[in-house]
């Protein structure tokens, strides 16, 4: 039974210019003590389907249709307020981008990290004694004594790694992590992946990683979920997606990336054309306007086509992969 | 020899710290050289913190040398005032980090695109032309020259940044992390434009990057740099196809890629960066190489050039050499 389980899920926001169709149809599970990544560019939705989950959407956002199971029975867009306060922070715990917004400047870090605690029922040595383990575990040197340090007082890398530790805390079922390496440098950018990868089997959580970056999805992640304008336009293993993409999007996104050219060019390879406008939703495929293979069909919406265990992409050539190296 | 544009001999930057009564000083810079050439680019890479801003900023004297000499295009520039600095300026210009951040909001881009000849008194030129021509040089449509930069997209301000770069036909560009918070498919845009501007205008170009993937594709020499010192300067490729300073082994190799079946020989550095307060005694980055001896706790080492390349490192790694085991 996935950890989670989002089905067909439709998110709108309405504005002063009409209603904006931010998430369509969108569906995919993290199975247990597994790492799924998603994978997009900005506006692809990413935040929107955090927030949708973590019942956290704008007021002017809502869920008009699909659903989120966690843990198979809780159906999350149902769950009122107090319901979800319960689960957040306890079964659902979130990383963000950036470490020292996460972290407030006028506690310690100790105090925080005790509080943080404050539904453990444990009394306040053995709470910060778990809080000096826990930094224990995300290496930060001479835990005892960074506890009563203040976040200003440790490097970007270090605030992450304490912004895991307090995600971590409570143990939760799963894990959402939003970019959270993307403020990082290259060298700890990797010491932090390992170090979630080593937490994730240690906890036996799952982990839903949110990222841009393909080189650390690739690396991480088992399962990947690839967002295009609020759509899931493929899913499947890493290997798969990544080997094999039946998107075009998918295909263009991966021949973009300067790490996959491993020949070095002046010329890099470009998705022309932009995100479309998404309170007038084209009709039919999303990615047409952008795609080179389009053709008559793609003005109707294109199925979820199955073309592997859990391989899917929503196009109607997803069963026709393009000969390697056909553009660019 | 008059081919190079801009030459930077041991230059250092000082800031000072502490509180008064104990103000001491710390190198941001400390004692960096390197020249570029019309028509070539120069990649600074390193993790933030490394200065690599900072010596972007002294070059074209936003920040004052504390020490060394800056020659652009023969004419000593270290210790002019800012009088005398100005009309410089136009020869060199600069694109700084955040790309919307960078451009006023209360500024229409066609207002922005023209800043530069209202501040250097060329307003006689018609700069309803300028512009037009600066837009499509960017590859923007004329109807941006109405938007403000918070209508734009971060490709669309960064282009807008260019142009800005470009408006007064300097001969050295200064490109601080052009493509940093840049979606992949947005990254090649921008850097396709960089190049092509730099071949068609002949620019010299300053690149500061921490993204190595960009620089193997953009940039024709490059320089690591760690606590302020270029740790290893030369030819980008030879760079890449054989790193022989261990921080660039280990940056290089920290490269997360797009490829889920890459086999990874990472090196990984244990330990934070040192700080800037305490530089290390000996090599500075003998706190974190995996391929330390006792000589290099205590002798700095020499700088030694060979083939084009320049070196600042006891024991240079042989092509491909991994870290030595280490017992303990």
Request: with cysteine.
């Amino acid at each position: 039974m996935p950890v989670l389980s989002v089905t067909g899920l439709n998110v709108r926001f309405s504005t002063e210019d009409g209603s904006v169709h931010a998430l369509k149809d969108v569906s995919f599970d993290v199975p247990e003590r597994r790492i799924v990544g998603v994978v997009g560019e900005s506006g692809c939705g990413k935040s929107t389907l955090i927030n949708a989950i973590l019942g956290l959407l704008a007021k002017n956002g809502e869920v008009s249709k699909g659903s989120i199971l966690f843990q198979g029975d809780r159906d999350l867009t149902k769950l009122g307020a107090t319901e979800m306060r319960a689960l957040r922070g306890e079964e659902i715990a979130t990383v963000f981008q950036d470490p020292m917004g996460a972290l407030n400047p006028v506690f310690s870090v100790g105090q925080q990290m005790v509080n943080v605690q404050y539904r453990s029922g444990l009394s306040k040595a053995e709470k910060r004694k778990r809080a000096s383990e826990m930094l224990k575990q995300v290496r930060i040197p001479d835990a005892e004594a960074a506890l009563s340090r203040y976040p200003y007082e440790f490097s970007g890398g270090m605030t992450q790694r304490i912004a895991i530790a307090m995600a971590l805390m409570m143990e939760p079922a799963l894990l959402i992590a939003d970019e959270p390496t993307t403020a990082l440098d290259a060298t700890l950018e990797v010491a932090t992946i390992e170090l979630l990868q080593e937490l994730q089997v240690k906890i036996g959580c799952s982990v839903l990683f949110i990222s841009h970056h393909l080189g650390v999805v690739a690396e991480l992640c088992e399962d990947v979920v690839v967002m295009y304008a609020g759509e899931v336009v493929e899913r499947g293993t890493v290997r798969q997606v990544f080997n094999d993409p039946r998107h075009p999007y998918t295909v263009r996104l991966l021949e973009c990336d300067p790490a996959r050219q491993k020949k070095r060019m002046r010329h890099l390879p470009t998705i022309p054309g932009e995100i479309p406008d998404l309170r007038a939703r084209p009709e039919g495929c999303i990615f047409a306007p952008r795609c080179h293979r389009r053709f008559g069909a793609c003005a109707n919406t294109p199925p979820d086509m199955e073309t592997g265990t859990g391989h899917v992409a929503r196009c109607f050539l997803a069963d026709q992969p393009e000969p390697v190296g056909a553009q660019g | 020899m008059s081919d190079v544009v801009v030459k930077v001999e041991d230059v250092e930057v000082a800031f000072s710290v502490g509180r008064i009564g104990r103000r001491s000083s710390i190198l941001g810079v400390a004692g960096v050289s390197f020249e570029v050439r019309r028509g070539e680019t120069f990649a600074i890479v390193g993790e933030s913190g490394s200065g690599k801003t900072t010596l972007a900023r002294a070059i074209n004297r936003l920040r004052p040398v504390s020490r060394g000499a800056i020659t652009f295009e023969g004419r000593r520039i270290e210790s002019l005032d800012r009088q005398a600095m100005k009309p410089l300026r136009r020869r060199m210009s600069m694109m700084f980090q955040d790309p919307v951040g960078s451009l006023s909001p209360r500024m229409t881009v066609g207002d922005l695109v023209a800043e530069p000849y209202r501040i250097h008194g060329l307003e006689r030129r018609n700069i309803q032309e300028e512009t037009a021509r600066l837009l499509s040089l960017v590859g923007l449509s004329q109807d941006f020259a109405h938007r403000y930069p918070h209508q734009l997209s971060g490709g669309q301000a960064r282009r807008v940044g260019v142009a800005r770069a470009i408006a007064l036909d300097p001969v050295l560009v200064i490109a601080d992390e052009p493509t940093a918070g840049l979606d992949v498919s947005v990254q090649g845009e921008v850097l396709n434009l960089l190049n092509d501007l730099r071949e068609r205008l002949g620019l010299a170009m300053v690149i500061i990057t921490h993204n190595l993937h960009v620089v193997r594709h953009v940039a024709d020499r490059m320089a690591v740099m760690y606590l302020g010192r270029f740790v290893e300067t030369g030819e980008t490729e030879a760079i890449f196809d054989a790193p022989a300073h261990p921080y660039t082994a280990a940056l290089l190799s920290a490269n997360p890629e797009p490829d889920p079946d890459t086999a990874r020989d990472r090196i990984s550095l244990p330990a934070e960066v040192p700080s800037l307060l305490a530089r290390p005694e000996g090599c500075e980055f003998h706190t974190r190489c995996p391929w330390v001896r006792d000589i290099c706790k205590t002798t700095p080492p020499p700088c030694s050039s060979v083939e084009h390349r320049v070196l600042t490192c006891h024991f240079p790694l042989a092509r491909g050499e991994r870290p030595p085991e280490r017992t303990g």
